[in-house]
């Protein structure tokens, strides 16, 4: 089965998929977009879509900045999702990338008097952080941008340009991802990711008025660590200092899961290895996004109506 995009309001055959050079989103930023999982369940033989509709309402909202019209609803997105990976057919873990854009073919700064636009793409995405080892970070020199200038809490593809420059600087320098801090110097997030730390066993995380993107795995984690461990999650204000001296850090993201931090600005994270409450809450959330946890099901779709047929059977 060759990969499918929904575009144009059809699905099609991911290579013919094409957008003119005038796009006005390709020139100005002016896209929202999100990441969803698809997580492959080897035992039912089935692919488990993460918490769909949070994606989709977060988009709306990122849609209402950029003044885009999206043309269906939370529900019909929802089920285009669903539609085209289940044509999609895969039978691993994908990663789904639904896009809003402004598609006038224009030249000229705004965002109105404008066409919109929305297209769906699916792929397979390998590895982002190592979840396994854990990341070795630095923060970067690059400030994280201010709700002022670009809101942090809308996914809009301009936005990137702040993390792409982050995250080159930290690979370039021979780390694995960057933490950004605010303008006035709090801890923010990494380039990708929402970030925890551990301090004197308070499980501790920025507030969404410190310019961070409001993670859909950052909200998973937080509800795991009170519903299952018993444990609040203190949102407030982290210094860059606590970062040296936290007993445990971990990001979380779409794309990097619940990833442990081992070391910051060259000093290990704790022991310098993941930490126990990290380790135990990946388990969780590695659990509860391959629908092993009955009592979380309800965040997972089902992208296969019936059963897909194994090799073998
Ligand atoms: N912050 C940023 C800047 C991101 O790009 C992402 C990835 N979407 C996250 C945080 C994590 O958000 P989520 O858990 O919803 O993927």
Redesign the pocket.
């Known amino acids: 089965m060759p990969p499918y995009a929904f575009f144009h309001k059809q699905f099609m055959p991911l290579a013919e998929a094409k957008i003119g050079i005038l796009t006005h989103a390709l020139h100005y930023g002016t896209a929202c977009f999100?990441?969803?999982?698809g997580n492959w369940n080897d035992e039912q033989q089935q692919l488990f879509l993460f918490?769909v509709k949070?994606?989709y309402e977060?988009m709306y909202k990122g849609c209402r900045i950029l003044k885009i019209n999206l043309p269906y609803s939370v529900d019909e997105l929802c089920q285009l999702t669903t539609e085209l990976v289940e044509k999609s057919g895969y039978r691993e873990d994908v990663y789904i990338r639904p896009l809003a854009y402004k598609s006038s073919e224009a030249i000229g700064v705004r965002l109105h008097d404008l066409e919109d636009d929305f297209l769906i793409i699916v792929a397979t995405l390998p590895a982002y952080l190592d979840a396994e080892k854990g990341v070795r970070c630095c923060t970067s020199s690059w400030r994280r941008i201010d709700d002022t200038m670009i809101p942090?809490r809308g996914?809009i593809t301009g936005?990137?340009v702040n993390?792409a420059l982050a995250k080159t600087e930290a690979c370039e320098r021979g780390f694995d991802e960057a933490i950004l801090l605010t303008h006035d110097g709090h801890v923010s997030?990494?380039?990708?990711?929402?970030i925890f730390v551990v301090l004197g066993g308070k499980l501790i995380t920025p507030p969404s008025s410190d310019n961070?993107?409001?993670?859909?795995?950052?909200?998973?984690v937080i509800q795991l660590a009170r519903r299952e461990l018993g444990i609040e999650t203190v949102e407030r204000q982290v210094d860059r200092s606590e970062l040296y001296i936290a007993e445990e850090a971990f990001?979380?993201?779409?794309?990097?899961h619940v990833s442990p931090i081992v070391e910051i600005d060259q000093r290990p994270v704790g022991s310098g290895e993941a930490g126990k409450l990290t380790k135990e809450l990946q388990r969780l959330y590695f659990q509860a996004i391959q629908g092993k946890i009955p009592k979380y099901l309800d965040w997972c779709t089902l992208a296969y109506s019936k059963l897909v047929k194994t090799g073998h059977s």
């Open positions: 999100d990441g969803i999982r918490r949070d994606h977060r942090a996914k936005i990137y993390s997030e990494g380039s990708g990711e929402n961070i993107l409001m993670g859909i795995t950052r909200d998973t990001f979380t993201g779409t794309a990097a």
